[in-house]
């Protein structure tokens, strides 16, 4: 069975930094390319991150870039999410996942995890 444990969200000042885990099982993960999606209250899931099976490519959402660095650990079947200056629109429910895609427009479900609140304060 496919599983993602996401952990580390909280509350954080504009400005700050908060670092997301992703701990996932239930499939060969090396194989798979990663992604983290974030869904803000009333607005459709937006994939902001992805990384390569062997983590040697990676690509952002035009509203991370540069602020945001995904990274993972194949050993300890392991992604993380480095988030660095940190604004209020960043605030979200975060999620890991495999394959990822943009044209998913609900986080959540089948084969995800319950996600990380992340909340940046004004």
């Known amino acids: 069975q496919v599983q993602m444990v996401e952990s580390g969200g909280g509350l954080v000042q504009p400005g700050g930094s908060l670092r997301l885990s992703c701990a996932a099982s239930?499939?060969?993960?090396?194989?798979?390319?990663m992604g983290w999606y974030r869904q803000a209250p009333g607005k459709e899931c937006e994939l902001i991150a992805t990384?390569?099976?062997?983590?040697?490519?990676?690509h952002y959402a035009d509203s991370v870039k540069g602020r945001f660095t995904i990274s993972r650990d194949n050993a300890k079947n392991m992604v993380y999410l480095q988030m660095n200056n940190l604004k209020p629109v960043d605030t979200a429910v975060y999620y890991c996942?495999?394959?990822?895609?943009?044209?998913?427009?609900?986080?959540?479900?089948?084969?995800w995890g319950q996600g990380a609140q992340v909340t940046v304060s004004s």
């Open positions: 990384i390569t099976g062997a983590g040697d490519s990676t």
């Open positions: 996942n495999g394959d990822p895609s943009s044209t998913i427009i609900h986080c959540g479900g089948r084969n």
């Open positions: 239930g499939f060969t993960f090396s194989s798979f390319a």
